[in-house]
């Protein structure tokens, strides 16, 4: 199959275009510029970039091919191929960026494995903008995608997370929501909070905030539809262990065995247990059960 095209450009080269979620007006005007600069566009559902297309009142002049997870095995070498002949290739999803549990990852790697330049039209993310919206930390998260269908494989997984402390973002269909929820329940507890949020940016958007059980009991009582993310809180830090008495006292002696002043020393294991300062005071001016006493101030 020839998928060659008529690029000015000398060398070929692949843009992933983000798309948006559900609202055209989140459409960049570099998503324009890329979808109509391109020799090939390379779309998930063709009729939905259509459907872009003319909602964004833009003519697509390349070629039009299909991309998606039934195909992308057997379509990468013959676009590998055209941008090796100087074609620009544009890939795009039917929502957000291209290869973020989309096609697309196995294009970007046979690009870069045969030297073809590999650049995006960034757009918008359902992960970050779920995460945003979930009212959770978002200072360190990760994205776990769609979970394993089978439910045996699906909460092996989750027992894997049980100690991840980072929020973590999953995708998930309509019709596996509610036993996922169950399972999240069941591996995380019915505390943990959570939000499930589905058709972002579109016209039925919704947020909904509550620990995992509750969740999980709306989920089957009002079976969400459209696209879903999930986002859950991390496990809480492990709580840290308050060393003895008697270690803390060795602690500060050792340090002062090797040249550290007694009140650097004082300072020193304070810091590294998060004590106060003046609790390991009152420990060393105690002194040991054999009745030594530290004097002096810290």
Known sequence: MDLGGNSVDAQGRLILVGA????????????????VGADIVAAEDTRRLVRLARELDIVLPGRIVSYFEGNEERRTPELIEAMGSGSVVAVITDGGMPSVSDPGYRLVRAAIEAGVPVTSAPGPSAVTTALALSGLPSDRFCFEGFLPRKPGERRSRLAALGAEERTMVFFEAPHRIAATLADLAAAFGDRRPAALCRELTKTYEEVVRLPLGELSAWATDQQPRG??????G????????????????????????????????????????????????NLVVAGPSSGAHYAGTP
Do not use: K, Q
Not at 20 to 35: C, F, I, M, Q
Not at 227 to 232: C, F, N, Q, R, T
Not at 249 to 276: C, K, N
């Open 20 to 35: 948006p979620l559900g609202n055209v007006g989140d459409a960049s005007e570099r998503l324009r510029t890329a979808l």
């Open 227 to 232: 696209e879903i993310s999930v986002v859950v």
């Open 234 to 281: 991390g496990a809480p830090a492990a709580a840290a262990v308050r060393p003895t008495d008697a270690a803390v006292l060795a602690e500060v002696a050792g340090l002062e065995a090797g040249g550290t002043p007694r009140r650097d020393a004082i300072a020193a294991v304070a810091r590294s247990h998060g004590l106060p300062r003046r609790e390991v005071y």
